[in-house]
């Protein structure tokens, strides 16, 4: 069973940095040819994708609003994707939430990328003060 599990959120002044993880179990990041997402969900606003990677070959999507600023990464000899998000600002905050690309499940855009995607984390929390 797919299972991802994301964690390293908090709260951070503007400016700050924060590293996000998410460490997927049930199947083999390098083996797999569906790509990882991270996500995020303000209060009151529909989800958006952030960053999306294909684990195999490393390709990479970005939102337009985190690029330059976020990036994602994986080391899949430890099934985990990452974000790196640095110049946060307040309206990064959000719940943030990692999930497997799938041949079910809804669709959503990351940058030029729109695939399915299933299999949810359960969310970590970043805030960003002013």
């Known amino acids: 069973q797919v299972q991802l599990v994301e964690s390293g959120g908090g709260s951070v002044q503007a400016g700050g940095s924060l590293r996000l993880s998410c460490v997927a179990s049930?199947?083999?990041?390098?083996?797999?040819?569906?790509?990882v997402g991270w996500f995020r969900q303000a209060p009151g606003k529909e989800r958006e994708g952030v960053a999306a990677?294909?684990?195999?070959?490393?390709?990479?999507y970005y939102n337009d609003s985190v690029k330059g600023r976020f990036t994602i990464s994986r080391e899949n000899n430890k099934n985990t994707v990452f974000l790196e998000m640095h110049s946060l600002n307040p309206e990064d905050t959000a719940v943030y939430y990692c999930a497997r690309e799938s041949a079910a499940g809804t669709y959503y855009s990351v940058g030029n990328l729109r695939r399915r995607f299933d299999y949810w984390g359960q969310g970590t929390q970043v805030t960003v003060s002013s």
């Open positions: 049930g199947y083999s990041l390098s083996s797999s040819m569906f790509s």
């Open positions: 990677i294909y684990p195999q070959t490393g390709t990479t």
